[in-house]
Every structure is written in structure tokens, then in C-alpha cells.
């Protein structure tokens, strides 16, 4: 991923500044926009890069939304429990409506009355890569193999969907599968470095 400075215009919703090392970029790429103390903040990706992200959720109750960038949209699952790097666990995976692109490096609160109200954490985020030739053809099967490359989650991963909206979240045995509880062991933010409780005093 290439890390670039973005200035936005809440206004009109423009991109003004958008460059690094003598070079401009203007279109063609994926961003996902961050806010955090003061002026939105992008992260750029080349656009051979997927995105995915992981955000902490506490709303109604605490989960993890997982979304992948697909066909100029993030596709979003809520897993109560979190992902899990062993590969005995399944994780349940609900999903959920997708989520524009912009949304993607959120972290902060969302304000009461609004869809989703509470705490948001940036947990984790990279890139991802299928492993299907056809992406839309493995969900319609219900079966989503890829690899992630992020801060905390890396290697194998597959979706499988069992009923419904819901499906199964399971690491792939290779070497990055652990027994290690990445969610405890890695709470903080991969955006602040903050706790959930850091994030949440924003509201106070």
C-alpha cells in the first residue's frame, strides 16, 4: 500500500491534494478515508490491491465487522466473536448490507439515532487476494477462499456460507494458523494505537 495525504472539502466533496514524490494522483485508485483528529485522512492503494478491513463495533453488542473490497463496494459480515487464527474455530459470520468504500478506514463514534450507533475501531487492514477465478460465482456457491495481508491478519482464509445470511469465518492451516487469541492479544487500533475506551471518550 502507498500512504498518501488527502485534503477533502466536506462541502462538495472534492479531492484537492493528492500526491506524493513529485507524482499526482487523481483517479484509478481505491481509497479508503480515516477520520481521526482533524482533516480526513486517505490511504491509498494501487489499484492491483483488494482492501480489507477489520473495524471493532460496539453497538447494540460488541462484534467485528469484516469487509472486503469487491466490484467498487466493501462486502461486510459482523462476527460476534472476532476472527480466530486457529483453524478448529469457525467464527460465525453474519452479513450484512454492504458498505461504501469511504466507509472503510472509519474509526470513531457513530452518534446515537444513527444506523449502527456506538464505538468503531479501526482493528486491522491490508490488502486481500481471491483465490477463485470468479468471486461472484463463489459467493452465489457460497464458498469465498482468499488470502489476507494485513497488520494482524495474514494468510489463508475461507467464507463458507451454512444458512441464510449466515456463514462461517475459518483460518486455513498454514503458517500463520496459531492457537494465539488475536483479538486479546492485539486489541488496539491499527489506525491510533487506541483502546475501544480511548476511542469512546470522542463522545464525551
Same mark, same amino acid.
Given at each position: 500500500?502507498?500512504?498518501?495525504?488527502?485534503?477533502?472539502?466536506?462541502?462538495?466533496?472534492?479531492?484537492?491534494?493528492?500526491?506524493?514524490?513529485?507524482?499526482?494522483?487523481?483517479?484509478?485508485?481505491?481509497?479508503?478515508?480515516?477520520?481521526?483528529?482533524?482533516?480526513?485522512?486517505?490511504?491509498?492503494?494501487?489499484?492491483?490491491?483488494?482492501?480489507?478491513?477489520?473495524?471493532?463495533?460496539?453497538?447494540?453488542?460488541?462484534?467485528?465487522?469484516?469487509?472486503?473490497?469487491?466490484?467498487?463496494?466493501?462486502?461486510?459480515?459482523?462476527?460476534? @466473536? !472476532? %476472527? #480466530?487464527?486457529?483453524?478448529?474455530?469457525? *467464527?460465525?459470520?453474519? +452479513?450484512?448490507?454492504?458498505?461504501?468504500?469511504?466507509?472503510?478506514?472509519?474509526?470513531?463514534?457513530?452518534?446515537?439515532?444513527?444506523?449502527?450507533?456506538?464505538?468503531?475501531?479501526?482493528?486491522?487492514?491490508?490488502?486481500?487476494?481471491?483465490?477463485?477465478?470468479?468471486?461472484?460465482?463463489?459467493?452465489?456457491?457460497?464458498?469465498?477462499?482468499?488470502?489476507?495481508?494485513?497488520?494482524?491478519?495474514?494468510?489463508?482464509?475461507?467464507?463458507?456460507?451454512? @444458512? !441464510? %445470511? #449466515?456463514?462461517?469465518?475459518?483460518?486455513? *492451516?498454514?503458517?500463520? +494458523?496459531?492457537?494465539?487469541?488475536?483479538?486479546?492479544?492485539?486489541?488496539?487500533?491499527?489506525?491510533?494505537?487506541?483502546?475501544?475506551?480511548?476511542?469512546?471518550?470522542?463522545?464525551?
Amino acid at each position: 500500500m502507498l500512504p498518501f495525504a488527502v485534503r477533502w472539502e466536506p462541502k462538495n466533496g472534492r479531492r484537492t491534494t493528492l500526491e506524493s514524490g513529485g507524482r499526482s494522483w487523481t483517479r484509478g485508485l481505491s481509497l479508503l478515508y480515516v477520520y481521526y483528529g482533524g482533516p480526513m485522512v486517505a490511504t491509498v492503494m494501487d489499484v492491483a490491491f483488494l482492501a480489507f478491513v477489520v473495524q471493532k463495533h460496539q453497538a447494540t453488542t460488541l462484534h467485528y465487522d469484516f469487509r472486503l473490497e469487491w466490484d467498487g463496494v466493501l462486502l461486510s459480515w459482523a462476527v460476534p @466473536k !472476532g %476472527p #480466530s487464527l486457529n483453524p478448529a474455530m469457525k *467464527r460465525l459470520a453474519r +452479513a450484512v448490507e454492504d458498505h461504501p468504500l469511504s466507509y472503510g478506514g472509519f474509526e470513531g463514534i457513530i452518534p446515537k439515532g444513527q444506523y449502527g450507533a456506538g464505538t468503531v475501531m479501526l482493528w486491522d487492514r491490508g490488502t486481500w487476494t481471491p483465490k477463485e477465478p470468479d468471486v461472484a460465482a463463489a459467493l452465489a456457491k457460497g464458498e469465498l477462499r482468499f488470502s489476507l495481508n494485513g497488520t494482524k491478519l495474514h494468510g489463508d482464509w475461507v467464507l463458507i456460507r451454512f @444458512k !441464510g %445470511p #449466515s456463514w462461517l469465518l475459518i483460518k486455513q *492451516r498454514d503458517s500463520y +494458523a496459531s492457537t494465539a487469541e488475536v483479538t486479546g492479544e492485539q486489541p488496539f487500533s491499527v489506525l491510533s494505537n487506541r483502546s475501544m475506551a480511548e476511542i469512546a471518550k470522542e463522545a464525551s
